[in-house]
């Protein structure tokens, strides 16, 4: 190696281990041949898409995700997230090909609502070394110490509303529609890289076809008899006036949650015009208690059971037979990825009981034909009341996400 060729390698080092910001020129690793950059243009955007086509060819519970809708998610045009948040999207290369990537993003909602000087790290995919992963959170954490920002969370997809939490346990089944799947080793690399554990998540697998206990029974008839409750589907006709008070139910019932922050209108009509097709095969039901709005709860088909073969396209005949499937075929599991009780009923044995009875009704009436299982995800692991109604009424703890922390 010439003098000058040694000097050009010693800048490269110097550089990236001062941690200039990304966006002023690509870090080199001098001695791993690592390339990290700040993605610019739809180029680099394409191929921080398809980072994970790289790391999970070999894993059977993978299911390619839509592109059209991963580009959505990341576009400041197209997701109402950015009217209140920024993001950065990171990119690393090694011998022209992508081994990694990361979001970095700092959302103002969570600086109202949650911990101010808390940022977020999201759609991290990494190989199987720490060096890779180790450049991946440096970039995102100078990213985001350049907004003020103290502490970094995730990982988080982008919104605090959508895909949270990295799989480290129940890594045998495909996840269900709108929950995440990871490699077993990230977590490995994650507290490596001098996380800890925030919270967990959990997500609940039960057999639809199961009755349920004499127990809950009485409590269901209780509830439906003595406290005049009542369960109803949302009216489809009149759709979004009827979401609007699933919404006001939630803000209610979720307020004290870990990690609760509002979604906008913008972000609510926007869930709302992409699950369109997806909702009208599900259900949505409400429950009254004394005439009352008292809670709700969301079901959605596995659509993820129709994805796997597409493998990420809708063209050119993609989206002809995941239309054709939403219309025809039935999925065997189906996910409630929302359900909340009013907090004036919490913690009491009606409460209880319109849970219970909202899960019952759904399992007994509104189950689409030919499914089998039912996934109800995700559940903090602090919420101890619905975790002791899930088990009391045989669900089973299925899949742990885990949402990790450091200070920056």
Known sequence: MSVCEEWCNQQACSRLRAKLPVSDSAGFDCMTGL?????EGRRELDRFMRVPWKLYGHDPAWVPPLLQ??????????NPYFDHADAAYFLAERDGQPVGRISA????????????????????????RQETADALFDAGAEWLRQREMKRVMGPVDLSINDEIGMLIDGFHRSPCVMMGHHLPYYQALVEKSGFRKEID??????????????????????????????????????????????????RDAWCDNWGYVPPTDAEVDHLIKQMRQVLDRGAVLLSEVE?????????LPNVNEYLRDLDGRLLPMGWLRLLMRLKFSTCDTV??????????????????????????????????????????????????????????????????????????
């Open 35 to 39: 390339i990290l950059k700040q993605v």
């Open 69 to 78: 809708q991963v580009k959505e998610r990341l576009s400041r045009r197209h």
């Open 105 to 128: 993003q700092v959302c103002q909602l969570v600086q109202e609502y949650q911990e101010s000087g808390t940022g977020h790290f999201g759609m991290f995919e990494c190989e199987n």
């Open 201 to 250: 998540l959990f997500a609940y697998y039960k057999n639809v076809k199961e009755p349920f206990s004499d127990r809950i029974e009485k409590i269901i008839k209780w509830a439906v008899n003595d406290a005049n409750m009542k369960i109803r589907a949302v009216a489809k006709k009149d759709y979004d006036r009827e979401l609007r008070k699933v919404l006001d139910i939630f």
């Open 291 to 299: 005439g009352e709005l008292a809670g709700f709860i969301v079901i």
């Open 335 to 408: 996910r409630v990825p929302l359900m909340g009780v009013r907090k004036k009923f919490q913690r009491k044995r009606v409460g209880a009981a319109v849970s219970l009875a909202l899960i019952d009704t759904l399992r007994k009436e509104h189950m689409p034909a030919g499914a089998k299982y039912c996934e109800m995800s995700w559940i903090l692991e602090t919420n101890s009341p619905m975790r002791g109604i899930l088990e009391s009424a045989g669900c089973e703890r299925d899949k742990v996400y885990r949402v990790f922390s450091k200070d920056i």
